[in-house]
């Protein structure tokens, strides 16, 4: 079974609107982590915000949040006030805590329109 | 910041060649990674290091070598290169801090063998 799904291959949105980028992941460990990255069209992919298995709240980083539903196992990222400089590939990762490998969904492809 | 670096952004390479890539990270991490990435799958795990000389097989160690004879760096090998390692290749660092390990990743190296 794919430990992360990121069920959409590309999405849009409008300059200054908000978007919300999927993800479920699946394991039985009761510790991991989970991550959200950004990847441009250079290549370099870019950590944008954490959330672990036992934080009470949900992580927020400026404009980024993650909207962590644990009992659905999902950890959507929201990004709020949509910039051009948003327009990228957007992967969720996870890492469980008996592991030391991180596993990385598909990605989803967003583009800001103006 | 953490900076990881890769020998090369892009690289053409023949056939049954053997090939070097490089990666070097100045933050003193533990565990290191090599991922490629291609359309749709997302990046996938060939191999990690947690420590020097220690190494472990990810997804998709066929046809790869690795080496880690220094904290800093780790290399990968293809032994004997083929067109379907054509791919996008990303290293990347961790270091556990806090309970949280986050990967940062070097900006990628573009192998195209022919």
């Known amino acids: 079974a794919q430990k992360i799904t990121q069920t959409q291959p590309g999405m849009f949105v409008q300059e200054k609107e908000a978007v919300t980028l999927d993800c479920t992941y699946d394991t039985s460990d009761p510790s991991y982590g989970l991550f959200w990255y950004k990847q441009p069209s250079s290549g370099e992919m870019i950590f944008l915000i954490y959330q672990g298995s036992y934080d009470q709240q949900n992580a927020t980083e400026g404009r980024y949040s993650l909207n962590f539903q644990k009992a659905r196992k999902s950890a959507n990222l929201v990004i709020s006030a949509s910039q051009l400089g948003d327009s990228a590939m957007y992967f969720c990762a996870m890492r469980e805590g008996s592991s030391n490998q991180f596993y990385f969904g598909t990605g989803t492809s967003l583009t800001v329109i103006p | 910041d953490v900076k990881v670096t890769q020998s090369s952004r892009y690289l053409v390479k023949r056939t049954g060649e053997k090939v070097f890539l490089e990666c070097v990270q100045d933050m003193d991490h533990e565990n290191m990674f090599w991922y490629r990435q291609d359309p749709g799958l997302g990046l996938r795990l060939i191999y990690f290091?947690?420590?020097?000389?220690?190494?472990e097989k990810g997804d998709i160690p066929e046809g790869y070598s690795v080496s880690r004879e220094k904290k800093e760096r780790f290399s990968l090998i293809l032994e004997s290169a083929s067109t379907n390692q054509t791919s996008m290749y990303l290293c990347a660092s961790s270091l556990l801090l806090a309970g949280q390990e986050t990967q940062y990743f070097g900006p990628g190296t573009r192998l195209l063998v022919l």
């Open positions: 290091s947690y420590d020097v000389k220690m190494k």
